[in-house]
């Protein structure tokens, strides 16, 4: 069994930053791509980052500029670095992972985290 288990979320005030990790658990896996999603309140879950297992990354045109997306791959681990956030970027944070295990590859989700930027 494979789980992706996601920290850093919190409230910040606006202009503020905030970093989330992302780490796989789990044994006889390899992932390939990594990325964050998130889903404000009423609206579609979106992409916000991406990146490939050998590091080419991707960003949501609200967050570029503004986010990074790194990963350890020794680790099993994606970040994302967030800063000068916004109150439109408040939303549940998910962490997602292209992962080969047990014969084929699936999607993983980890449980989600929380973002509020407000004053």
């Known amino acids: 069994q494979v789980q992706l288990v996601e920290s850093g979320g919190g409230l910040v005030q606006p202009g503020g930053s905030l970093r989330l990790s992302c780490a796989a658990s789990g044994s006889g896996f390899s992932i390939n791509g990594m990325g964050w999603y998130r889903q404000a309140p009423g609206k579609q879950r979106e992409l916000v980052a991406s990146i490939s297992s050998g590091g080419s990354t991707n960003y949501a045109d609200s967050v570029k500029g503004r986010f990074t997306i790194s990963r350890d791959n020794a680790k099993n681990t994606v970040y994302l670095q967030m800063n000068n956030l916004k109150a439109e970027d408040t939303a549940v944070y998910y962490c997602?992972?292209?992962?080969?295990?047990?014969?084929?590859?699936?999607?993983?989700w980890g449980q989600g985290t929380q973002v509020t930027v407000s004053s």
């Open positions: 997602n992972a292209a992962v080969f295990h047990s014969g084929r590859w699936r999607s993983y």
